[in-house]
């Protein structure tokens, strides 16, 4: 009697595993083994951030995979390709007759801040460049500052709608933003042919500079007539033991006192140390 319970017992479960599998079969269901070692595999792919979901189906001897992964917002589309390829044939050499489908987001995770306000900022539709970004934090959240150019015609109305855009761009991808501040300015674009250096603008800019003591050195001075507008370059050499919160302060007052001076002037100063 034992036994016959004991076999009925065995036939039992049989039946079950059989019935599971049948049903596996008539159905485009997969095991959930299945989908924890294809997570698995995509997980440890070099490269993905997160596996966002696995999901599985069968149809006939085919087994078709739908995953979607982040990757580092700093990966280039090529790399993001490229470990996409990756994780598509790790997951085809682990599963037979296997069709994949692999969607990629960016995430941001771990990737520095200035990094992410520079990504998500430039690719605002309207914006020509992005510069002078800082980040603080403080017990109330994070205070950003950034420098924004846009076309030097554009409307003041439209110029703070994209700076309206970049702000909500920002908080989307950042956590914790307490304030943003954003510095619109004119971007004029520089010509592949480099107009002839106006002597006049150099020895004007020259003479300012020579007004701060710790500017040690005064190197090309570039200027670039654009319509109305004068584009001035310059290198300096400063004192090598200043900071760099002093070379900023020299650097903006020199910039302001030429703009003064030079009608329609976009000054742009490279410090360097002597």
Not at 137 to 148: D, P, Q, R, W, Y
Not at 181 to 210: C, F, G, M, R, W
Request: one cysteine or more.
């Amino acid at each position: 009697f034992i036994a016959a319970l004991i076999l009925g017992g065995l036939l039992a479960a049989l039946s079950l595993k059989l019935i599971y599998r049948m049903g596996l079969e008539l159905t485009d269901a997969v095991p959930e083994s299945m989908v924890r070692k294809v997570h698995d595999v995509v997980t440890g792919t070099e490269g993905v951030m997160k596996t966002e979901s696995v999901q599985m189906r069968r149809s006939g001897s085919d087994i078709f995979a739908d995953v979607k992964i982040s990757l580092s917002g700093a990966s280039s589309f090529e790399e993001a390709h490229k470990i996409s390829a990756n994780v598509e044939k790790n997951i085809k050499d682990t599963i037979a007759n296997s069709r994949v489908t692999i969607h990629f987001e960016p995430t941001w995770k771990d990737i520095p801040v200035d990094y992410v306000i520079n990504n998500v900022s430039s690719a605002v539709k309207g914006v020509e460049g992005i510069h002078n970004i800082s980040s603080s934090t403080t017990k109330e959240g994070l205070f950003i500052s950034l420098h924004v150019m846009v076309d030097r015609n554009m409307s003041l109305e439209a110029a703070h709608k994209v700076s309206d855009e970049i702000e909500n761009q920002i908080r989307k991808s950042v956590s914790n933003v307490n304030h943003i501040t954003i510095h619109l300015e004119p971007y004029v674009s520089i010509p592949k042919i480099i107009p002839v250096e106006d002597l006049t603008i150099e020895e004007q800019v020259a003479n300012i500079i020579k007004e701060y003591p710790k500017v040690k050195k005064i190197g090309r001075v570039i200027t670039f007539q654009l319509q109305d507008i004068f584009k001035v370059d310059i290198d300096c050499s400063f004192e090598k033991n200043l900071t760099v919160e002093e070379v900023h302060d020299i650097v903006s007052e020199i910039e302001n006192k030429i703009k003064n001076q030079i009608k329609n002037a976009i000054v742009t100063i490279h410090p360097e140390p002597s």
